[in-house]
């Protein structure tokens, strides 16, 4: 599906989508993240649950998406390359969700980067100095949505940070590489009875 | 006219910030320099690291510190903090002339006190500017605590909050005239 008709969708279903106050989300978000900091020794081991976790959120994500859509009687085509699935999860899915609005840089056939300018996750966050923040990925949630989402529709990802505001980047970039599809079941879900 | 010293207090008196601005003439490098003076005297609000950003140039802090007991007498009058608006039941207003600066407050409801120096005359005019200046200050420290990477209760350490008071101290000093900054 087109960019532009991802795009009104993907508002159209933000609009039907029950809000939250942003700063309770940001900061419900933080204390979370702490926490696993004062649980975890390392920031690496904190990366990690911070992608289970979004996993989790992934897995049941996607289920909502599809159905929302449906019941909006939006259709959403099965995607023929991975471009359209890119265009699909970054303007509709981010925007149906976040209210945000990603970008997408194909790299080759099976990457691409994600680009995010607002992160709602991190609003007042500012990482402290010392060197062992370098390697932390605060958004790293993002990361485990994605992969938890595209491996429903049979597709396995591999997503990491490139690059993060809080680490003094201009924007977030998150890189997408498809690893594999999945064969089991490719294409139940969009096929008409 | 120039805002010399900046300090935020905490609720049990702990200092939680603390930023001297000097101009150039009396000292050799920048002109915005936090001197650690007191390195080598004891600490009279009991800092564990003299770094440059926590200290203030000893006068300065004896100064702070006496009007901090001033500023204790003021609020321990609860009556009068019910019977006000929330805008004005933060604004304390002169609470000491020291030699030749003057000392204004400010407490939030949560009870931090944030403490301006202000170098020359007493006139009206520029408490409309300190009061800006204090409000400003208390939305960055609103900003600040809600980063979930703060200490609080502890020292102020973070660049973004230093970054953004000196600039609004800036702005204070350049409309109130101050040729240097």
Redesign the interface.
């Known amino acids: 599906m087109s960019k532009s008709a991802a795009a009104a969708n993907g508002h159209a279903l933000w609009q039907k989508m029950p809000k939250a106050n942003a700063?309770l989300f940001?900061?419900t978000y933080?204390?979370l993240?702490?926490e696993l900091v004062r649980d975890y020794e390392t920031t690496a081991e904190v990366n990690e649950q911070l992608e289970k976790m979004g996993y989790s959120i992934g897995v049941r994500c996607v289920d909502e998406f599809l159905a929302k859509a449906d019941q909006a009687s939006m259709v959403i085509p099965p995607c023929r390359a991975l471009q359209e699935t890119a265009e699909v999860l970054a303007k509709t899915g981010f925007r149906m969700f976040l209210g945000i609005s990603a970008e997408v840089q194909m790299i080759n056939d099976s990457s691409f980067n994600l680009r995010i300018y607002e992160n709602p996750l991190s609003?007042?966050?500012?990482?402290?100095?010392e060197p062992k923040w370098k390697e932390m990925k605060y958004s790293n949630l993002y990361c485990g949505i994605i992969r938890g989402a595209l491996e429903q529709v049979n597709l396995r990802v591999e997503c990491k940070f490139l690059r993060d505001v809080l680490q003094g980047d201009e924007v977030n970039e998150i890189r997408v590489e498809l690893k594999e599809v999945l064969a089991d079941g490719a294409g139940e879900e969009y096929q008409e009875e | 006219m120039a805002l010399q010293c900046l300090a935020i207090i905490g609720k049990t008196n702990e200092p939680l910030y603390l930023l001297e601005i000097l101009p150039p003439s009396e000292s050799s490098s920048s002109e915005e320099n936090e001197k650690p003076e007191n390195d080598n005297v004891e600490d009279m609000f009991g800092f564990q690291e003299a770094t440059a950003k926590d200290s203030l140039s000893l006068r300065s802090e004896f100064m702070m510190h006496a009007s901090l007991d001033r500023l204790d007498e003021i609020i321990g009058d609860q009556p009068r903090w019910k019977s006000r608006t929330s805008a004005d039941t933060k604004w304390i207003g002169l609470l000491s002339p020291v030699e030749e600066s003057f000392i204004y407050g400010y407490v939030t409801s949560t009870n931090i006190k944030i403490l301006a120096m202000v170098a020359g005359s007493a006139e009206q005019g520029r408490e409309v500017h300190l009061k800006t200046l204090f409000a400003k200050v208390h939305n960055l420290f609103v900003?600040y605590t809600?980063?979930?990477?703060?200490q609080l209760q502890q020292k102020i350490?973070?660049?973004?909050f230093d970054r953004r008071v000196r600039e609004a101290v800036t702005v204070y000093n350049q409309t109130n005239g101050i040729s240097w900054v």
Not at chain 1, 123 to 129: A, D, I, K, S, T
Not at chain 2, 157 to 160: I, K, L, P, Q
Request: hydrophobic share 45%; net charge negative.
């Open positions: 700063e940001a900061l933080g204390t993240v702490t609003l007042f966050v500012e990482l402290p100095q | 900003a809600l980063n979930p990477f703060s350490d973070s660049v973004r």
